[in-house]
């Protein structure tokens, strides 16, 4: 798979991202990305307590030699984060999920497979080069849900990804203003908007409507994907026969609660994923950041955390793992990235998110990211922190 792309030089920050995919996407494709629950409050309440969070430079440390690498569970990252799963990406440009795909294997970190991916299994195990986790809802069909879950290992995934945050879906006021929906009903609101973004939808036509191939290619009759279908049936013994039937690693995504987290250390998951869903689900929930330390310290300081909500920069991500994360993981940026400028967008926000992390390391007094704890976050922000 070629790696040979060149970076995008319309793209300085992770807000010249936002602002050009704003222009470039029809307005219904950015207001799913850019969207949350309810009046959009929590996305922006995730990122502001992010920022609140304050470093504390040090000085005189030779920091010369800064070490980003990573390992975790059984595997040697290049960078401690990787990429969220995120369903229907092509919506931001074609080929969006292979763009995200290939850029987990040039970085060496992990590319998570929404089972509502625009791309199969298959194909993004084959453009990551075996860098893809895979992720799952449970819906009314468990027997399509345990067909994936035989497909991936197949396929040769180690790792599952099993979502719970979202037994009811949200009501996302965009959305519902905009008549997107799955599947797409165009009427003449919608056919204006894609009139007035022609290079997105000429591209689109010609490389083809995004569809759910997971779904598409299922031997298990005919499985359709219903996007505001219930997933309110999932409960613990849920959680028992997908971790009877999945042997590998197993980690619990959406996971906001102490008293949770206990119990599904308790049930055998193999790692937890803080996340408030990035603001799309419970819009009166607190920050997803808020959440981190106090599950850090109900499941010990070896029990492997990940997190995601509201990460845009190096920064963030020192933050998290500052707050006690093991590795984090990333969503939107992408999803603007690609919506800015292709595949070139999206290598140079990572690269721009590297090379934050990285300087930050150093300048908060640290060669090697593994050293990272709530030493570099300033006194006065640490004391709701100590685990």
Known sequence: MSHNIKPSTKIHTINDAIKLSKKRLPKLVFDFIDGASGDDKLAEINSFALDQIRLEPKVFRNVEKRILSKKFFDFDFDYPFGFAPMGMTNLSWPEADKMIAIESSYNNIPTCVSMASSTTLEDMFNFSDGHSWMQIYIFQSEEFIMELLNRAKNIGYKVLILTVDVPILS?????????????????????????????????????????????????????????????????????????????????????????????????????????????????????????????????????????????????????????????????????????????????????????????????????????????????????????
């Open 171 to 387: 009501r996302r006021a965009r959305d519902d203003r905009n008549g997107f929906g799955y599947p797409f009903k165009i009427g003449p609101k919608q056919f204006l908007d894609f009139a007035l973004h022609p290079q997105w939808s000429l591209t689109t036509l010609l490389k083809g409507s995004p569809r759910p191939m997971n779904y598409v290619t299922s031997k298990t009759g005919d499985q359709i994907f219903r996007r505001k279908e219930s997933r309110g049936a999932t409960d613990w013994d849920t959680l028992k026969r997908i971790r009877d039937a999945w042997k590998d690693k197993l980690i619990i995504k959406g996971v906001m609660n102490f008293e949770d987290a206990k119990k599904i250390k308790e049930s055998g998951a193999d790692a937890i994923q803080v996340s408030n869903h990035g603001g799309r689900q419970l819009d009166s929930a607190t920050a997803a950041i808020n959440a981190l330390p106090v599950i850090r310290k109900t499941v010990g300081k070896d029990f492997p955390l990940i997190f995601d909500s509201g990460i845009r920069s190096g920064s963030d991500i020192l933050r998290a793992l500052a707050f006690g994360a093991d590795f984090v993981m990333l969503g939107r940026p992408l999803m603007y990235a690609v919506g800015a400028d292709g595949a070139k967008g999206l290598r140079r926000i990572i690269n721009l998110i590297k090379e934050e992390l990285s300087t930050n390391l150093g300048l908060v007094g640290l060669n090697n990211i593994n050293e990272v704890d709530e030493k570099i976050i300033a006194e006065k922000y640490l004391k709701d922190i100590k685990y």
